[in-house]
């Protein structure tokens, strides 16, 4: 069975820094399109970051470009997303998830309510950050 478990949300207070964890089992990272989304209340989901697995290259959000950072354990199957300087409008639940998208699908980055374009999903994390 397929399957994303994150884990590292909390609460912080604005300007600090979370780093999130998303263990795979079931399958290996490799040549897998891996992503961050986050979902607000009341809001669509949005994805944060994508990376091609195949060639290393990770694409991120205008939002969160510069502030967010992707990384990889490939002996422990997680990958890691790093948030710093965070801010307010961040605040949301952060899951990982493997899509049937490429990351330079425009699809990938649209407001989205459906999980019809994921293949495996995480429960999610929350992370909320307070002014």
């Known amino acids: 069975e397929l399957q994303l478990v994150e884990s590292g949300g909390g609460l912080v207070q604005a300007g600090g820094s979370l780093r999130l964890s998303c263990v795979a089992s079931?399958?290996?990272?490799?040549?897998?399109?891996i992503g961050w989304f986050r979902q607000a209340p009341g809001k669509e989901r949005e994805g944060v970051s994508c990376?091609?697995?195949?060639?290393?290259?990770?694409y991120y959000a205008d939002s969160v470009k510069g502030r967010f950072t992707v990384s990889s354990d490939n002996a422990k199957n997680t990958f890691y997303l790093q948030m710093n300087n965070l801010k307010p409008e961040d605040t949301a639940v952060y899951y990982c998830?493997?899509?049937?998208?490429?990351?330079?699908?425009?699809?990938?980055?649209?407001?989205?309510?459906?999980?019809?374009?994921?293949?495996?999903w995480g429960q999610g994390t929350q992370v909320t950050v307070s002014s």
């Open positions: 998830a493997s899509p049937y998208l490429q990351c330079t699908d425009s699809a990938f980055w649209q407001p989205s309510e459906s999980h019809r374009d994921l293949e495996v």
């Open positions: 079931g399958f290996k990272f490799d040549d897998y399109v």
């Open positions: 990376t091609n697995t195949g060639d290393g290259t990770t």
